[in-house]
């Protein structure tokens, strides 16, 4: 090949290496839309960290569906009623052992429900144009229309597009949610109203739980620097993801190991699987139960209760057949609140185990590096 030659293929390759680059950046279901039969090496993870499919669908027969686990459930109507103290123990237990558990019969009108997952499914259903107008690399945008986990930073990309939007009242930018389907907003409103109240209801049993409040009588200790209304006004992000169906889906993953960054997720699925948890060092499949939410321990959680409770990986697989949506509504509190453990959680036997953590590191973390695994919260972690 004469140097001329060369150069000009060399130019060549590159040109096509960005177009490929911004081809990825569209996200995947723009990528399916254009009729794709093999996962693009862009999205194939290194052997040892594809979800060996096969593996645990044999295994899953073999055992009789012990690869899947049932999540401890928790009853919020017993949790508000004359059971609480009971339901408080399996609360407690279920945050120290799986940092997972399921809530039903959580008061969430089944319409709210359905009107949510709705406008979810058809905001990925418009044109890629409409989609795209809401795509930035701004993480404090109160609407981010993505694609992987982090798509300045990955650099294997998962199989996942989103929609993340910053909720009232930490957001007064309701004006920059999108307008289209047109009753988004409305749906997303009253939807993010009943899960902060949920999630402050699941806060409050959460801080009995941990003796930090006494029995529903909000009592709280001298020492804390924060009372519910904290947690009832504070951050809130819902996360919708989308996952198309995929040709190869042993090759890639729907979302890479993660732990959430907040209090508590609440995570709503529609009928398709794909969630898995770390339990006991094993991935296992959590069962979506129709209308009930998902909730898991976050890391904000973890560090206020000085390690108690846990902030669990978790992860999502694709199918070839089914796309799959999912919202997730990650809460804490105030984007400007300090998080630390709680002090009548510190004494000689329970040393302090985490420093002092805030949102803005935890974005300037998330916006520097790829946000894998627990890499956040171990950066907080202390020597004791
Ligand atoms: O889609 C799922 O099941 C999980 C989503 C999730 O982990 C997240 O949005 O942080
Ligand atoms: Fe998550």
């Not at 040892?48 to 459930?73: D, F, T, V």
């Not at 409409?130 to 229309?145: F, I, N, Q, V």
């Not at 979506?288 to 206020?304: A, K, R």
Request: proline share 6%; charged share 25%; with cysteine.
């Amino acid at each position: 090949m004469s140097p001329a030659m060369g150069l000009v293929s060399h130019t060549e390759s590159e040109r096509e290496d960005g177009h490929e680059q911004s081809k990825y950046q569209r996200g995947v279901k723009h990528l399916c839309e254009s009729g794709i039969t093999r996962v693009p090496s862009k999205y194939v993870l290194p052997a040892q960290e594809r979800p060996n499919i096969k593996k645990e669908i044999s295994e899953r027969n073999m055992s009789n569906g012990r690869r899947s686990i049932s999540l401890p459930i928790i009853d919020f109507a017993e949790l508000q009623g004359s059971n609480r103290s009971k339901a408080l123990k399996k609360l407690s237990n279920a945050c120290e052992e799986f940092g997972f558990f399921q809530v039903v019969n959580h008061g969430i009108s089944i319409e709210i429900i359905r009107h949510m997952m709705d406008v979810s499914r058809r905001f990925f259903e418009l044109p890629f144009e409409e989609r795209s107008k809401y795509m930035t690399s701004d993480m404090r945008s109160p609407a981010r229309y993505g694609t992987s986990f982090n798509q300045n930073k990955d650099g294997v990309f998962c199989w996942r597009d989103f929609l993340k939007l910053i909720c009232p009242p930490s957001s007064n930018a309701l004006s920059l949610w999108p307008t289209s389907p047109s009753n988004l907003r409305q749906a997303v409103v009253s939807y993010s109203t009943e899960t902060r109240f949920l999630f402050t209801m699941l806060m409050e049993a959460v801080l009995e739980c941990l003796g930090l409040i006494e029995t529903s009588e909000n009592n709280y200790s001298d020492e804390e620097e924060f009372t519910l209304k904290d947690f009832g006004d504070g951050s809130q992000l819902m996360v919708i993801n989308c996952y198309p169906a995929c040709p190869e889906p042993e090759l890639t993953l729907g979302m890479p190991p993660h732990s959430d960054y907040g209090f508590l997720t609440l995570l709503l699925q529609d009928e398709v699987e794909g969630l898995q948890i770390q339990n006991r060092g094993k991935w296992v499949t959590v069962e979506p139960i129709p209308h009930s939410f998902v909730v898991n321990v976050g890391d904000h959680l973890e560090i206020f209760s000085n390690g108690k409770y846990k902030s669990v990986l978790h992860r999502v697989l694709v199918n070839s057949t089914k796309s799959r949506i999912s919202v997730a509504s990650l809460h804490s509190m105030s984007f400007e609140q300090v998080i630390r453990p709680s002090p009548k959680l510190i004494d000689e036997h329970n040393p302090r185990r985490y420093m002092d953590t805030d949102f803005t590191s935890f974005l300037n973390y998330a916006s520097t590096c790829e946000p894998k695994r627990k890499n956040f919260l171990e950066s907080r972690k202390l020597a004791v």
